[in-house]
């Protein structure tokens, strides 16, 4: 007595009695991914059907090609296991040993309820490890200032020299352009509010007191972090990558004193002149709005700028700038120092510098506003 089954792909399967009684499933044709890539689900459930019978004789005599994916396609259906009674090719054979051989797969994690918990510890941990790292790296370089002040033959004059002209000479272009825009936007916007109230004259306290103060540095400092910030960041990485740093290390010389310190300086000299670039443009393009909507001459902006805006808040934004800028360049040569041997880091690390630099100028900005609240305010 015999059941012959539908041909799936060009696997055949036919399920026969034998001369002693036993039932027989007999399997032939190819199995073969490209054969049965369409009935793949399919099968697997007819095959696990056929498994559930222990006294089932299976037969693979009658396949002739089968690769890894036919082979654990009835590996699977076995249960991972051989059934009782089986009969192989010798190349077959091989094929079933081998799989015999690999390891069972993992047990599933157990469902941690207290992650939260711990991936909130984590991060804290992870917090105040770059917050130690970054205070020991500071503290290194002050040693590294008060050595050279005793040594002024090795200051690095020239990186400090590179470094003043990558971060601040060639950031002049952009930060100009994005400081004008802010400009027009700001200065378009308030003139239309102050329109109303026919308090025109205002616009130039409103321009002076948000760009010189405010806007001026906190523009330049974001786009200096994203700027330069990265390039620190990423010059440090590809020299890890690269194994220079290695090299200087085998050589004696150590990474704050010729890497860290001619870039926290560069930038701390060159932050504030950027912020008063900036901050120059910024207010250009808000006169020429003011001049354009309001009928304000550029003489009289810029004769009642002094009046409205108090010396102080110059001196503040500048001293943000200084700030900020010594932050920016600790922060990029701290992650940059951490980066390891591969691209991966490479790339995270300099977008966790990125983003941790933005948020460090946001913080120092608002200290900034709490300590000084009354300082260049009639």
């Known amino acids: 007595m015999s059941d012959q089954l539908p041909d799936l792909g060009s696997l055949l399967l036919r399920r026969v009695t034998g001369e002693d009684g036993a039932p027989y499933l007999l399997l032939a044709g190819n199995c073969t991914l490209a054969v049965l890539e369409q009935r793949l689900q399919a099968l697997s459930a007819e095959l696990a059907g056929y498994a559930a019978d222990p006294r089932l004789h299976w037969d693979l005599t009658g396949?002739?090609?089968?690769?890894?994916?036919?082979?654990?396609?009835?590996?699977?259906?076995?249960?991972?296991?051989?059934?009782?009674?089986?009969?192989?090719?010798?190349?077959?054979?091989?094929?079933?040993?081998?799989?015999?051989?690999?390891?069972?797969?993992?047990?599933?994690?157990?469902?941690?309820?207290?992650?939260?918990?711990?991936?909130?510890?984590?991060?804290?941990?992870?917090?105040?490890?770059?917050?130690?790292?970054?205070?020991?790296?500071?503290?290194?370089?002050?040693?590294?200032?008060?050595?050279?002040?005793?040594?002024?033959?090795?200051?690095?004059?020239?990186?400090?020299?590179?470094?003043?002209f990558r971060t601040g000479a060639q950031a002049l272009g952009i930060t100009a352009l994005v400081g004008f825009l802010i400009g027009v936007v700001l200065s378009y916007l308030s003139s239309k509010q102050l329109q109303m109230f026919g308090a025109d004259i205002?616009?130039?306290?409103?321009?002076?007191?948000?760009?010189?103060?405010?806007?001026?540095?906190?523009?330049?400092?974001?786009?200096?972090?994203?700027?330069?910030?990265?390039?620190?960041?990423?010059?440090?990485?590809?020299?890890?990558?690269?194994?220079?740093?290695?090299?200087?290390?085998?050589?004696?010389?150590?990474?704050?004193?010729?890497?860290?310190?001619?870039?926290?300086?560069?930038?701390?000299?060159?932050?504030?002149?950027?912020?008063l670039w900036t901050s120059a443009i910024a207010l250009l393009g808000g006169m020429v709005v003011a001049e354009l909507q309001l009928g304000l001459s550029?003489?009289?902006?810029?004769?009642?700028?002094?009046?409205?805006?108090?010396?102080?808040?110059?001196?503040l934004g500048l001293g943000k700038g200084v700030v900020c800028g010594m932050i920016i360049a600790l922060i990029a040569c701290h992650f940059g120092l951490r980066i390891k041997s591969d691209t991966e880091s490479l790339g995270a690390g300099t977008t966790n510098s990125v983003v941790t630099a933005i948020t460090v100028v946001i913080i120092i900005d608002a200290i900034f506003a709490v300590i000084f609240s009354d300082v260049g305010i009639k």
């Open 298 to 315: 550029y003489h009289f902006f810029l004769h009642k700028l002094p009046d409205a805006v108090p010396l102080a808040n110059l001196w």
């Open 63 to 164: 396949i002739e090609q089968m690769d890894d994916a036919g082979a654990v396609l009835l590996w699977r259906a076995w249960g991972a296991r051989r059934p009782q009674h089986l009969l192989l090719r010798p190349e077959q054979e091989r094929l079933f040993n081998r799989l015999g051989k690999t390891p069972p797969l993992p047990a599933p994690p157990a469902r941690d309820l207290l992650w939260p918990v711990t991936k909130l510890g984590g991060a804290v941990f992870l917090l105040w490890e770059h917050l130690t790292g970054i205070v020991i790296l500071a503290g290194q370089l002050l040693l590294d200032m008060k050595y050279l002040a005793a040594h002024p033959a090795r200051i690095p004059w020239r990186e400090i020299s590179a470094n003043l």
């Open 202 to 275: 205002f616009i130039i306290n409103i321009l002076g007191m948000s760009i010189i103060r405010e806007l001026g540095p906190m523009l330049a400092a974001i786009l200096v972090a994203g700027r330069s910030g990265s390039s620190m960041t990423a010059q440090l990485g590809v020299m890890r990558v690269t194994e220079e740093l290695d090299a200087l290390t085998v050589m004696g010389i150590p990474h704050s004193l010729r890497l860290v310190l001619p870039k926290v300086i560069g930038l701390g000299i060159a932050m504030p002149l950027v912020v």
